[in-house]
């Protein structure tokens, strides 16, 4: 679904490569986390995948697109089968929780029909039922994270790219968020979640992908957040 | 659901940039109707101008019992024989095309009609103020008239040779000039009203910058992105347009079409005329406005 292959990535004026001949691959229907501390290229990656940026050097395959080879004007087709999650939850104060989700169906030009029947089922599974009429100021910032998540779920991606969605949510609150995510993940949906939040990790028991200064220095199935060999 | 999409975005961008979006359309009003001030205008002497080209070009003036000239003073007025001689003679010039000769009487009649309108102006010149001449058409009026002229000038019976073009260039020459000074105008403006669209338009990318980075996102094509952008200059253009039509019909009725109490003939401006200067006008607002944004977008909403 995701695959690195040897991958460089150097950001102008910056003499230290953010990702530095990283290979990787990830299969459709996987639990990726990617952990490392602020700075170590998580956030690199993400953007990558997402073809914001371009790698100075290596290939990058997602979804089964070389992305070298996408031009410009198919690079929104890419990013319909990729959802986004982000610590800041980047949700629209003007509009409430049905319309905020309703938002990103309505901009690739989805029928009305179509929009009225899958947003309440989408925010049926991010369990904010009855709260569909409420503004973003209205809710906690679970809730908020929620409504992202059911916006970048509601076109059924391929892969969901969740960018620390814990960072912001206190621990209990992020416990109900990465059950969200992972009844996300039971759909068939590829997730790569980048944290901070060892907790979580060690709970879910999932694949684990560790950066320091641009480079992959562990890969493990079933992993945890600190080194445990 | 995508057109009431975009007109709802196009709603909201212009309702929040009010100010800037009133000052775009009074900018874009106010060049379109200079624009158009000055097309009428071309349109205004080309309507004159035609009206003289298939008149007199060349007018023999003959002396009269009241002429001053030292010329006719010693000759005394034309006499029937050399009337005669005159007409024959010029008939034999290649260069002529055709001649009239209209009597004093002919000329009064023809001067009290063209003039019916101000009375208090006809009843100041007598019947025999105005002098018998011969109207003479050339088949070009600047290189033949030096011609004509030398044939004809000094005889006996001859007042004065007037050249009729070279009272209309100067005219002629006051029109155009008064034409380029509101053309000019009109493109300096037009050129402010490109900057106010251009910046128009970066403030409300600015404004909207969070919708677009989710639309982004999520995947809207690049055209949807700037769909709303692009429609809200069209409709800034459109409004300016319209004022400017408005101000456009004002232009014609209060002041061009004034002009013909100057003229005895008829020089107004058809409705046509008028039409036609006013599709221009929003063609050309609506392809400013709308070129504008777009490419002040493509710099502002790269992928």
Known sequence: MIHFDNVTKMYPNQSRAALESVSLDVEKGEFVFLVGPSGSGKSTFLRLVLKEERPTDGRIHVAGKDLARLTNWKVPH???????????FRLLPSKNVYQNIAFALEVIGKPRRFIRKVVPEVIDLVGLEGKRDRMPDELSGGEQQRVAMARAFVNRPMILLADEPTGNIDPATSIGIMKVLDRINRTGTTVVMATHDAAIVDSMRKR????????????????????AY | MRAQFVFHEVWIGLRRNLTM?????????????????????????DNTRTYWQGRVQLSIYLCTSTSVSPQCT?????????????????????EVVSIRYESQAQAYQRFKQEFSQDQSFVSTVGKGDIPNSFQVKLKNTEADFPIVAETVDGRPGVDQIVDDSSILDKFYKLLNGARNAVLVIAIILIIAAVLLVANTIRLSAFNRRRETGIMRLVGASNFYVQLPFLVEGVIAGLFGWLVSAGLLIAVKTLWLDTLQQYFPFNVQLSATDLIEVIILAMIIGVLLCGATSFLTLRRYLRV
């Open chain 1, 78 to 88: 890419l990013r319909r089968r990729i959802g986004c999650v982000f610590q800041d």
């Open chain 1, 208 to 227: 684990v992908i560790e950066l320091e200064y641009g480079k992959v220095v562990r890969d493990q199935s079933r992993g945890v957040y600190g080194q």
């Open chain 2, 21 to 45: 979006t009133i000052a775009l359309i009074v900018v874009v009003a106010i060049s379109l109707s200079l624009l158009g001030t000055g097309l009428l205008f071309v349109k205004q002497v």
């Open chain 2, 74 to 94: 010693k000759n005394g007025p034309a006499t029937p024989a050399e009337i005669a001689q005159l007409d024959t003679d010029l008939k034999q010039l290649p």
